[in-house]
């Protein structure tokens, strides 16, 4: 496994920064905070699509650039670096995984080009309230029929849910078979936007009210062990992005940070100089690089099929929630009265990072997975 990223990775990951700097900056994410985003958000999608991130990971065979998850990885990190309000969280991370991971070819080739060629979004619909994204404990069900499967039950937390055409709801079979993963359309469901902390990743709510699911829709038959084991590993590469994406914002809430400590002045000094600041931002940073080194190891584990890909993605979802809660707390601190203020930018990447750690387990449910890999008996 090679720590160093290769010079085209650094090139990758330099010229995303760049093009988000130019199409991203923090007023299009204000704009998406105050509901004023308009055309905005449609032409950030456009502008990913046309750059071909959602390809990113998806085989030249299948049309697309044949890079591996390590380069998604970096792009998410980067996304989290800008805040960027589009669906690149849902679509990207999740969607594409979700497909490549569990679908039949012909059903890749219909449900890969609604995405490539047209631009489409998708999500993934697996965590419910109560019980997170837990999938042994969630409670929507399939039913076998003679004309398909009848999905009922509420999904939560859904990326994008509102926005989507196409949702695959991971949903437990009545008799308890197992998981499945089945592709809805989002005119089939009920999808609610929901409130949350970070406006500018938007979650649903998602309906299932007797939604039957044609066979050629099922990419998953619960029951199917290997599809189940697909299920799993498309959502540790969605918890994995969200661990880089996480630590992207939380390095610019460190730098900012940083800065302000060196240029505000008190008593005559940089704040900064005080041991009371330096010392707590030294242990800023060590949470950032603990949790951004355990974030590139988890992608380069399942950038490499790694058998430690399971822990590994665990650790840095927990490392992730554990540097969050230390770099947004000290980082709101240590600006001052100026942090509290809506007009200063730092709120939004506090609420990202903050928001983070409820989604796709928080820091607690994962150290909960670390244990359990050790062996350790709840
Ligand atoms: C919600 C809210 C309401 C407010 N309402 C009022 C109000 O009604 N009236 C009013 O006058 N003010 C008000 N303030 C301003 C408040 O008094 C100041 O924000 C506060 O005194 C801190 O000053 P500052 O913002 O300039 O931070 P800074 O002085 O820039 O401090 C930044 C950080 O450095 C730390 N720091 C500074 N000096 C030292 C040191 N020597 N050793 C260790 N750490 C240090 C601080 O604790 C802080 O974490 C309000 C602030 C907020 C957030």
Not at 73 to 79: N, R, T, V
Request: glycine share 8%.
């Amino acid at each position: 496994m090679d720590f160093e990223l290769s010079e085209e990775q650094e090139q990758l990951r330099d010229s995303v920064r760049s093009v988000l700097e130019r199409e991203c900056p923090p007023a299009v994410v204000r704009a998406a905070y105050e509901g004023r985003l308009d055309g905005e958000h449609d032409r950030l999608w456009r502008v990913i699509c046309e750059l071909d991130w959602p390809a990113i990971a998806v085989p030249e065979s299948m049309g697309g650039l044949g890079m591996g998850f390590a380069e998604l990885a970096l792009i998410a990190e980067e996304m989290g670096r800008a805040v960027v309000p589009a669906p690149f969280m849902s679509t990207v991370a999740q969607f594409v995984p979700m497909v490549l991971e569990t679908s039949l070819p012909e059903q890749q080739k219909i449900l890969l080009g609604t995405v490539l060629d047209q631009g489409a979004i998708g999500t993934v619909a697996i965590a419910e309230k109560g019980s997170g994204w837990d999938m042994s404990r969630m409670s929507t069900e399939a039913r076998r029929t003679r004309d398909g499967w009848v999905l009922n039950g509420t999904k939560s937390f859904v990326f994008d849910g509102a926005d989507a055409t196409t949702i695959l709801v991971v949903a437990r079979a009545s008799d308890d078979e197992g998981i499945g993963a089945f592709a809805v359309p989002s005119d089939a469901v009920t999808s609610t936007a929901v409130k949350l902390l970070d406006p500018s990743q938007p979650l649903a709510d998602v309906e299932l009210r007797n939604v039957l699911v044609p066979d050629d829709a099922v990419l998953v038959e619960p029951g199917d062990q290997k599809g189940a084991a697909g299920i799993r590993r498309a959502l540790e590469q969605a918890t994995a992005a969200v661990a880089m994406s996480m630590t992207g914002t939380c390095r610019v809430i460190f730098d900012s940070t940083l800065q302000y400590a060196k240029d505000r002045e008190q008593f005559g000094k940089p704040i900064g100089s005080f041991q009371a600041i330096k010392h707590r931002l030294v242990n800023m940073l060590i949470a950032l690089e603990r949790a951004s080194s355990l974030a590139y190891f988890a992608a380069l584990t399942i950038a490499e099929d790694d058998p430690r890909r399971s822990i590994a993605v665990s650790m840095a979802k927990a490392a992730a929630g554990d540097c969050q809660r230390l770099i947004v707390q000290d980082g709101l601190q240590f600006h001052g009265g100026i942090g509290y203020m809506w007009e200063q930018d730092l709120h939004f990447y506090l609420k990202r990072a903050k928001s983070g750690d409820l989604l796709f387990g928080s820091a607690a449910a994962h150290k909960a997975n670390v244990a359990r890999a050790l062996g350790l008996a709840a």
